[in-house]
């Protein structure tokens, strides 16, 4: 499904892998050296006064401005103006640009400009830019970019850019994000709306601004002096975080009021218009259904049948031309070509499941959590699909637990087709907790998505290592994975070759011990997805434990690091979230080596909070070490009025993780 709202601002495409790609290809485009003068706009912006900025800061937006006009069609034209004081070098690449245009959005006027310290100006147009796709991974999608270099793009000079969309939107309704990575010292929205025309805005991370009147049915909203979204560890997506506005626009009447949403309800009957039909069952579907379901002696081997089918056999491929980055291709379509979108996926098993005489419902979602507004019912909202399954009364939902009770539809299981290592009963971990809309035929409905509990989601790792008398360690390790922990490493191995595999094993190795011999390694289960993952390596370690005097200190968490990176030294502004919750468990048996005992053991600790618990002991049985530990995340967000509990709890993990066991030698 197309997330094209969140493409309309360069400044967002630059936060993907999108940006080294884009950058490559603008720098095909030769920069014009000769002169021409910057517009008055931009020489204004230039001699804005700035205050003080950290010294880390690239660069600062000056201008951030919005010049939007509704037509009485229901049409939108912007006049975008952008403008940047670069301070330091990492800020040279705000001199790139891109603009995007579709077959629903022209591109119309397209110029940019430099101001340097000195006073020269210098000047690209359109005919200088270079044109390129996204590279998002679809077959094909309409979705196009201009890029441009902007010459003179160094420390001290000003760049500047502007260009104007006409679009032909899906929904009335537009998101102004004021917010950018680094510093804004003015934002700027402009709307004008035809007359008869009403308006609806919702601020989200800023405090409601009131819109200055600009003329007739024309309103300004004007802001200052915006702080950087910093990136941080382990804080929630960059869009979650991010001030911006959301507007729906109101016609009096005609077609284009059929363009607005008020209510999620009216979301969900306008998807329930635009995907009519494309779920009917043809006999080739409803052969196929019989043959997968063939053997099935229940309702849920039945409906595991389908869903594995639609999951491992219908390729991910995206075809997205205008509403066809929001409409399904129709189900007879999907199961011919063998391949489809996160919607066309969805499209088929739920015709499946109906041949099968089995209810289920399209779920419009978000690939992170937190950016799905509330207050503003807007398809804009959403850049993913995924299926609820009504379960039939004989279906149990344990051990489903992606289930939850609806009080009219009963039992529903949300099913993610597009994720192949996550089996049915699981949902991916960015998708737990974040919303959904539940697309009937009476409208939508915003629903939260289950969470599923640490038990389900399991590392347990094992390990009978021995300790020679030179401090050198050798063993083999065991690692069992369930829920999240297999999906994850089961995607990231099977689609890697043997010896990539043994680099991964190997550099996860020498991040925690030194003299490293890599011995080799197994894995049992990599193509049965569901099952628990298993992982064997074996290795040795020279010099692992230190040697001082007849003493040998070894640090008996030997891998595995459950620390958290949470800026000690800097003021954090922004909550941390996990990606779901998990329990991790490691038991590590150490054999001494002939000679020594045990001298000093650390004391055991035993830490918990509402969002996480830690718990390690060390013991010692004959000549073994025995090191065991438990690590729970019991929620998914901690807000920042916690940080400072959330950072104690991690020191106390972190001084566990370092302690040592001291040895002595008894024989000489």
């Not at 006064?49 to 690239?58: A, I, V």
């Not at 037509?71 to 070098?89: M, Q, S, V």
């Not at 997205?320 to 070509?337: C, D, K, L, T």
């Amino acid at each position: 499904m197309k997330s094209r709202w969140y493409s309309r601002r360069w400044k967002v495409a630059r936060r993907s892998s999108l940006l080294a790609r884009l950058l490559l290809a603008a720098c095909l485009a030769a920069a014009p050296s000769a002169s021409a003068g910057a517009p008055d706009w931009l020489r204004a912006a230039a001699r804005t006064p700035l205050p003080t900025y950290p010294e880390d800061t690239n660069a600062v937006v000056l201008l951030d401005e919005h010049l939007t006009t509704v037509k009485d069609n229901g049409d939108i034209e912007t006049l975008f103006r952008h403008a940047y004081k670069i301070l330091r070098p990492g800020g040279r690449e705000r001199g790139i640009i891109g603009v995007y245009f579709d077959n629903e959005t022209r591109l119309t006027y397209l110029k940019a400009w430099s101001i340097t310290a000195r006073g020269d100006e210098y000047e690209v147009k359109e005919k200088d830019a270079v044109e390129t796709s996204p590279f998002v991974g679809a077959l094909y999608q309409d979705t196009r970019y201009k890029l441009l270099r902007i010459p003179a793009a160094e420390p001290g000079n000003v760049v500047g850019y502007e260009y104007v969309q006409k679009r032909r939107p899906t929904v009335l309704q537009d998101t102004w994000w004021f917010q950018d990575e680094i510093p804004v010292r003015r934002a700027r929205f402009v709307l004008r709306l035809p007359s008869g025309w009403e308006f609806q805005s919702v601020w989200l991370n800023h405090a409601e601004e009131k819109p200055q009147s600009a003329g007739a049915n024309q309103w300004a909203w004007e802001l200052a002096d915006l702080p950087a979204v910093e990136s941080e560890p382990s804080m929630p997506a960059w869009h979650a975080v991010a001030g911006r506005m959301a507007v729906t626009y109101f016609p009096g009447q005609g077609e284009a009021s059929e363009k607005s949403h008020a209510s999620w309800a009216e979301v969900g009957r306008w998807y329930t218009a635009l995907s009519a039909g494309r779920r009917q069952v043809t006999p080739e579907i409803r052969q196929k259904v019989a043959e997968l379901t063939a053997t099935a002696k229940t309702t849920l081997e039945k409906i595991s049948a389908l869903a594995t089918f639609v999951q491992r056999e219908i390729r991910y491929v995206a075809i997205e031309i205008g509403i066809g980055g929001y409409q399904p291709h129709a189900a007879q379509e999907i199961f011919a070509n063998r391949y489809g979108d996160c919607k066309d996926k969805v499209t088929l098993l739920s015709a499946m499941l109906q041949a099968a005489g089995i209810e289920s419902h399209y779920v419009l979602t978000q690939g992170s959590r937190g950016l799905v507004a509330r207050d503003f019912p807007s398809m804009m909202n959403f850049n993913h699909v995924i299926l609820a399954i009504r379960l039939p009364a004989d279906v149990s939902t344990t051990n489903l637990y992606a289930a939850l009770r609806h009080p009219q539809l009963g039992s529903l299981l949300f099913f993610d087709p597009t994720e192949t290592e996550v089996p049915l009963g699981h949902l991916p971990s960015n998708l737990q907790v974040n919303c959904g809309l539940l697309v009937t035929e009476g409208g939508g409905e915003l629903l939260e998505l289950p969470l599923l509990p640490p038990t389900v989601n399991r590392l347990l790792r094992t390990a009978k290592l021995t300790l020679d008398a030179s401090g050198s360690l050798s063993g083999e390790v065991q690692e069992i994975r369930w829920g999240a922990p297999a999906a994850e490493d089961r995607a990231r191995l099977r689609t890697a070759p043997e010896a990539e595999r043994a680099k991964m094993f190997e550099s996860f190795l020498g991040d925690f011990v030194g003299g490293l011999v890599f011995q080799g390694f197994q894995i049992e289960n990599l193509e049965r997805g569901g099952d628990t993952l298993i992982v064997r390596y074996r290795f040795l370690a020279k010099n692992y434990a230190k040697v001082a005097g007849n003493l040998l200190l070894i640090r008996p968490r030997v891998l595995g690091e459950k620390g958290l990176d949470l800026r000690e030294k800097k003021e954090r502004k922004y909550p941390v979230e996990f990606r779901g919750m998990r329990l991790d468990s490691d038991v590590f048996e150490i054999s001494l080596p002939a000679g020594y005992v045990v001298d000093e053991l650390p004391a055991p600790v035993d830490v918990e909070t509402s969002f996480a618990a830690y718990r390690s002991k060390l013991e010692v049985a004959g000549n073994v070490l025995r090191y065991t530990r438990e690590h729970k995340i019991k929620e998914v967000l901690v807000p920042t009025e916690r940080l400072d509990e959330l950072r104690k709890f991690y020191r106390q993990v972190a001084a566990d993780e370092r302690n040592s066991a001291v040895l002595k030698r008894t024989t000489p």
